[in-house]
């Protein structure tokens, strides 16, 4: 999976998504307007296998990407939620996929790659952000500095991303 070239926030891939899922479903003569996020796009019959096809075909046009046969399964793309999931994943640079797996091994019950807010979301509490600063200074041979240790350098990916390179981490 390479990474995609759009950036836009979870919200905004899912009310995407849900556009173009409509669309195609109201070329085949069904109303999905009412398709829930987390409801089964296939079980729910709004879109026949032509349409699930025009789906993939669009998510990868549109973002960028070839989306391994590996990864066509209902777990990434059966549901509105799930490819927007996905599709978050498959954007973030090797230093934010680094990144993530260390924080899945803090709080393994959270998809870190689907919030822009760890703290604000819950997903951190400050011993988390102790734990994740001595795992990242072991990771990367870095030893981040106390006044370096607060909620903005900590908020997403893309901000510890920002306070590795800091560090001189690529």
């Not at 069904?30 to 296939?42: K, M, V, Y």
């Not at 990144?99 to 011993?127: K, T, Y």
């Amino acid at each position: 999976m390479r990474a995609a070239k759009r950036t836009m926030n979870s919200d905004e891939l899912k009310a995407a998504i849900h556009h173009k899922t409509i669309e195609i479903a109201s070329a085949i003569g069904h109303d999905a307007a009412g398709l829930r996020f987390d409801e089964s796009i296939p079980a729910s019959g709004m879109l026949d296998s032509a349409g699930l096809l025009e789906l993939i075909v669009w998510i990868e046009t549109q973002h960028g990407l070839s989306i391994p046969e590996a990864d066509l399964n209902v777990e990434n793309l059966g549901t509105i939620d799930a490819i927007a999931r996905y599709l978050r994943r498959a954007r973030l640079s090797p230093t934010a996929e680094k990144i993530a797996g260390i924080l899945n091994d803090i709080r393994p019950e959270f998809d870190f790659a689907d919030s822009d807010d760890f703290i604000g979301d819950g997903m951190l509490d400050s011993f988390d952000v102790v734990t994740l600063v001595a795992d990242l200074d072991k990771a990367y041979g870095i030893s981040i500095e106390g006044v370096a240790i607060v909620p903005e350098n900590f908020q997403n990916l893309t901000a510890i991303e920002k306070l590795l390179q800091k560090y001189g981490v690529p």
